[in-house]
């Protein structure tokens, strides 16, 4: 008897403890019932718009720890859930975000020089002809990836940039920002898969600083994803 009431107790206990570790989570089937809805780049309405869906629109979107907003199973980004109709409901279980990386690389002066073909963690500038086409000096860079408990296979990774845009040789009101990376994944059947990244934000010319997300999604593939590698990544000004 006290055998029992110890094992229930222990129990009781460890359910306890995973409860704060775990994420509890669903993954939706939804249809806009809104005229449009803007598509976010992060989970607030002042998020810079990265795509519109329209009403009638179907999709999968799995909830997040802000019960007002989903993020769409395809990568483009977030949508608020007040203005969708919820078709069908499956529970997932998402493990606690898990950081692999943050790195914050030495300031440096911008130097008017050809940018190297290979990756820098310090870019340097480029002014061809009073146009911009300059990489960017990445301030700090993160990346966060999570796992589904019940398949143990990863679910989604997100690279995120601050970048500066001081001292920049460019004179027009707007300046057109582009991220991009690449994602080499390695699922069950040790098969291999190479993801291209990429994101573009149009900032004002007077900003100093942003941020630039980069975000990975699976394919629709059986295999689950159990390794993913990430690389540095680069910024630059478009023309």
């Known amino acids: 008897m006290i055998i029992a009431r110890s094992f229930i107790i222990f129990m009781l206990l460890l359910i ?8 509890a989570a669903e993954r939706l089937e939804v249809e806009i019932r ?26 999968t979107a799995t909830t997040t720890d802000m019960r007002d907003w989903l993020n769409l199973d395809d990568g483009r980004g977030f949508i608020s859930i007040n203005y969708v ?11 606690p975000p898990e950081e692999i990386e943050s790195q914050t690389p030495p300031p440096t002066e911008a130097n008017n020089t050809r940018v190297p073909e290979s990756l820098t963690k310090n870019a340097q500038q480029v002014c061809i002809q009073n146009k911009v086409n300059s990489q960017l000096p990445i301030d700090s860079s993160s990346k966060t990836c999570r796992k589904n408990l019940n398949t143990l296979g990863y679910e989604s990774c997100q690279l995120l940039f601050k970048l500066s845009l001081t001292n920049r040789c ?4 707007q300046l057109r920002v582009v991220c991009s990376a690449t994602a080499l994944t390695t699922n069950s059947q040790k098969n291999q898969a190479l ?4 994101n573009t934000r149009i900032v004002s010319s007077s900003v100093t600083e942003t941020t630039i997300i980069l975000e990975w999604f699976p394919a629709a593939e059986s295999a689950t994803i159990q390794k ?7 910024c630059e000004i478009a023309l």
Do not use: C, F, H, M
Request: aromatic letters at 4%; a negative charge.
């Open 16 to 23: 306890s403890t995973l409860s704060y570790q775990l994420l």
């Open 34 to 59: 809104s005229t449009i809805l803007n598509i976010r780049e992060t989970r607030s309405t002042i998020s810079p718009v990265v795509g519109v869906l329209n009403q009638g629109d179907r999709l």
């Open 195 to 198: 993801y291209e990244l990429t």
């Open 228 to 234: 993913i590698e990430l690389s540095k990544g680069q």
């Open 85 to 95: 109709y919820v078709l069908s409901e499956t529970p997932v279980l998402l493990a």
């Open 170 to 173: 460019n004179d027009s009101e």
